[in-house]
């Protein structure tokens, strides 16, 4: 169960390459799809390895991208 | 509103113009200044730098003309009322940011005590020579106020003036006196605090969600709001919609501009100042302003011992330029005679202004003294010989 | 679209996430106009986290900034904010801050808006030891006007104006600003997002002249035309050739094309604000005759 998940803004994200190379779980990678202005923007491609630290959020010169805690699961399970 | 008792210095003083301009600027209500020495002017805030500390309020001396133009624009946004003054070489440094402060609608004074120039030109002798440049010396579109005082009188009731028309029309008001005006002595006559009118700043009465920095009524005046209220305004000097947010295109640059240039031109009449002394039935009107006003009343006095039908028009606004009134006096006179202390600058707008329905005679003098009337008096008698019209 | 793009789109659910920093942006206009891969939104990224870690008041925090790339910041932040002109941010916000002394004034510029036609405005209200916050984006090079040479390029760089190589030495911008009187000066990278963020706290924690300089890339113009790849490069390079020294003597910390980056804290110090010192002189001289200025804020 991932730990963090994260949020992208596609439409504000301009490849710059940060999240995907800063990321230190390697959750992220540049996606084919491409935005209204021709960038690809990031997807998550490991979901599962995602703490929520954040650092993608910390890294968007373009306020794209940011993670967050996902609470964990109930205890009744 | 009524004068702050604290800035009045109410009773009868023998005082210069710069110290008496000075006074004028505490009595409205400014409590800052950020200034840069340069002769004739540095008087003014020499005495500010000495006041101020006992009325409540700062007074910064900076690095350069520069930073002066621009520190007392920050004082304004922080919410004060603010000026600075200079002379020549020093508005020439300025004028940047008085195009800054007319694009923003930054309410501020600018006083500029003229000497001769060019350049370092005469600092210590007076001149006449700012005038073109008060009205056109920053880039691009915009309209500013000019107000010309020729007694250290004047210079205290009109610094009131001046900034009173810069927060009724959040504009940069040019104070142009000139070398002797500023250091001539005379009395000048402080009334009490509760005869001075003070216009407030137009701050908004709107929420932070309705209120738009740069939205306006009919009369085209923006109201304000200070940094620190809670309005997390944003001000550029790039072309900006009503929002203030940049907007670089030519219909809002269209829009904008016009609404600076309008929201003067459209009150000229009202702005207008000017002291008139026998228009009736003149043949000949003299057009003066500063110390040179004072010169041409004794030219004009003698003239009319001649028999001459000479009026008087002495321009205390010298911008926005009368033009009305130059308009229908044209209509009526031979010519106007227009002695001023450089080599023709508001001859020129009289010229225009008179469309060719009167004559227009210049009296120049290059700068460093004042007239000899017997100059001004010669002209008025060439100009009384043209035939009518 | 594949999958997992879909479930990465900004999430409409019944628990909405918004990203920490979007109450200090103007939403309203975003995309900025940064470049792919300009590091000037990464600044501004630390500087909301600090603004969040530093619980600072928003209300009482006003931004000015200058001219250039750098000085777009202050559009894009949803504070009282002032784009003034080429140079001046530091006259404009030492108005500001002794018209209300309650505000917390942050100046936000470019390296040549600061220390080139700004230098001399720098130079002062470091040696005033005025109260402002200073962040100086260092992206090496006049970035808006399309690359030229900025006091702070480095030698031998190609820039627009020097087609054939800088030789000028370049400025040492924390050694100046320290030499002028700075009490807080730090030096980061836009690599450095934590630091940076620290930094800029500690500052406000300060009274006095604080500068912050962050080395950030310009992949459109310096590196693109100094073939040093793009801005993700550009943060390869400050990761790999950093290093911290906190408390390093600034005369050593001078910038080089692709040689070492010093970064750290380098001083931190105390000496009285210029205000501190104006109130003490004139009660000093003035006794009971000094009115201390009341607030200014005219009605």
């Known amino acids: 169960m991932a730990k963090g998940r994260v949020s992208i803004v596609v439409e504000r994200c301009k490849a710059c390459g940060f999240c995907v190379e800063f990321c230190p779980t390697h959750v992220l990678a540049l996606s084919s799809a491409f935005n209204s202005k021709g960038y690809h923007p990031p997807h998550v491609v490991h979901p599962e390895k995602c703490s929520g630290c954040d650092l993608c959020g910390m890294y968007c010169p373009d306020f794209a991208i940011f993670a967050t805690k996902v609470a964990s699961a109930g205890g009744d399970k | 509103m009524k004068a702050d008792p604290r800035g009045v210095l109410t009773g009868t003083h023998f005082i210069d113009g710069d110290h008496a301009c000075c006074e004028g600027a505490l009595a409205a209500g400014a409590r800052f200044a950020a200034g840069y020495p340069i002769t004739p002017s540095t008087e003014i805030v020499e005495r500010f730098a000495s006041r101020v500390p006992t009325v409540g309020g700062t007074f910064i001396q900076m690095e350069d003309e520069l930073a002066a133009s621009i520190t007392l624009q920050g004082a304004v946004w922080g919410g004060a009322k603010a000026f600075t003054v200079t002379s020549g070489p020093g508005f020439s440094l300025m004028m940047e940011h008085i195009g800054y402060a007319a694009m923003t609608e930054t309410p501020c004074v600018f006083v500029d005590v003229q000497r001769g120039g060019p350049s370092t030109g005469l600092p210590t002798l007076p001149a006449q020579a700012d005038m073109m440049q008060a009205r056109w010396g920053s880039h691009g579109d915009y309209e500013i106020i000019a107000l010309c005082p020729n007694s250290p009188q004047e210079c205290f009731d009109l610094t009131i003036k001046a900034f009173n028309l810069a927060e009724e029309f959040r504009v940069p008001v040019m104070f142009m006196m000139d070398e002797v005006v500023g250091h001539m002595s005379e009395k000048v006559v402080i009334p009490p605090a509760d005869e001075i009118e003070v216009v407030p700043r137009r701050h908004t009465r709107k929420s932070v969600n309705e209120y738009l920095p740069y939205g306006t009524n009919c009369d085209m005046v923006p109201e304000i709001a200070h940094a620190g209220e809670g309005y997390k305004f944003h001000v550029t000097g790039l072309t900006h919609d009503e929002r203030g947010y940049p907007n670089m295109t030519p219909q809002v640059q269209d829009k904008l501009v016009r609404r600076l240039q309008n929201k003067i031109r459209n009150a000229a009449d009202r702005i207008a100042m000017f002291e008139e002394e026998h228009l009736e039935g003149a043949d000949v009107v003299v057009v003066s302003y500063g110390i040179t006003s004072r010169v041409a009343q004794r030219a004009i006095e003698e003239a009319r011992k001649q028999g001459l039908r000479v009026g008087k028009l002495r321009l205390i606004t010298a911008w926005p330029f009368p033009e009305k009134k130059i308009r229908e006096l044209a209509a009526n006179v031979k010519a106007f005679v227009v002695p001023e202390l450089n080599l023709g600058q508001m001859v020129r707008e009289v010229e225009r202004a008179a469309a060719g329905q009167a004559k227009t005679f210049a009296v120049s003098h290059a700068g460093g003294g004042v007239h000899n009337p017997e100059d001004i008096l010669k002209v008025i008698v060439e100009a009384s010989r043209c035939p009518t019209a | 679209?594949?999958?997992?793009?879909?479930?990465?789109?900004?999430?409409?659910?019944?628990?909405?996430?918004?990203?920490?920093?979007?109450?200090?942006?103007?939403?309203?206009?975003?995309?900025?106009?940064?470049?792919?891969?300009?590091?000037?939104?990464?600044?501004?990224?630390?500087?909301?986290?600090?603004?969040?870690?530093?619980?600072?008041?928003?209300?009482?925090?006003?931004?000015?900034?200058?001219?250039?790339?750098?000085?777009?910041?202050?559009?894009?932040?949803?504070?009282?904010?002032?784009?003034?002109?080429?140079?001046?941010?530091?006259?404009?916000?030492?108005?500001?801050?002794?018209?209300?002394?309650?505000?917390?004034?942050?100046?936000?510029?470019?390296?040549?808006?600061?220390?080139?036609?700004?230098?001399?405005?720098?130079?002062?209200?470091?040696?005033?030891?005025?109260?402002?916050?200073?962040?100086?984006?260092?992206?090496?090079?006049?970035?808006?006007?399309?690359?030229?040479?900025?006091?702070?390029?480095?030698?031998?760089?190609?820039?627009?104006?020097?087609?054939?190589?800088?030789?000028?030495?370049?400025?040492?911008?924390?050694?100046?600003?320290?030499?002028?009187?700075?009490?807080?000066?730090?030096?980061?990278?836009?690599?450095?997002?934590?630091?940076?963020?620290?930094?800029?706290?500690?500052?406000?924690?300060?009274?006095?002249?604080?500068?912050?300089?962050?080395?950030?890339?310009?992949?459109?113009?310096?590196?693109?035309?100094?073939?040093?790849?793009?801005?993700?490069?550009?943060?390869?390079?400050?990761?790999?050739?950093?290093?911290?020294?906190?408390?390093?003597?600034?005369?050593?910390?001078?910038?080089?094309?692709?040689?070492?980056?010093?970064?750290?804290?380098?001083?931190?110090?105390?000496?009285?604000?210029?205000?501190?010192?104006?109130?003490?002189?004139?009660?000093?001289?003035?006794?009971?005759?000094y009115v201390e200025q009341p607030e200014m804020i005219c009605s």
């Open chain 3, 1 to 289: 679209m594949s999958d997992s793009l879909n479930e990465a789109l900004v999430n409409l659910d019944s628990n909405p996430v918004v990203n920490p920093v979007e109450p200090f942006l103007r939403g309203d206009r975003m995309p900025h106009i940064w470049c792919p891969g300009c590091g000037i939104g990464t600044t501004v990224n630390s500087f909301a986290r600090a603004l969040i870690e530093s619980k600072i008041d928003l209300q009482s925090l006003a931004l000015v900034s200058g001219i250039g790339c750098t000085g777009r910041v202050a559009g894009y932040v949803k504070l009282d904010s002032f784009h003034t002109t080429h140079g001046r941010a530091i006259p404009f916000a030492t108005g500001l801050k002794l018209a209300n002394p309650k505000l917390n004034v942050v100046v936000y510029s470019g390296d040549g808006d600061l220390s080139a036609i700004g230098g001399n405005h720098l130079i002062h209200a470091a040696r005033r030891n005025i109260d402002l916050k200073v962040i100086c984006v260092n992206n090496l090079i006049y970035a808006m006007t399309g690359g030229q040479t900025a006091p702070t390029t480095p030698d031998h760089s190609t820039t627009s104006t020097n087609p054939y190589g800088v030789f000028e030495p370049s400025f040492n911008l924390p050694h100046l600003v320290e030499a002028a009187g700075a009490v807080y000066v730090a030096r980061w990278t836009t690599f450095h997002v934590r630091q940076l963020s620290r930094s800029i706290s500690e500052a406000f924690q300060k009274k006095g002249f604080s500068f912050i300089e962050v080395i950030s890339p310009c992949p459109t113009l310096y590196q693109r035309r100094n073939k040093l790849g793009d801005g993700l490069d550009a943060m390869k390079y400050y990761k790999a050739k950093s290093k911290v020294r906190h408390g390093a003597p600034t005369s050593e910390v001078g910038l080089t094309m692709t040689g070492e980056i010093i970064v750290g804290k380098f001083v931190d110090r105390d000496r009285p604000d210029y205000q501190t010192m104006m109130r003490t002189q004139y009660a000093e001289s003035l006794g009971e005759r």
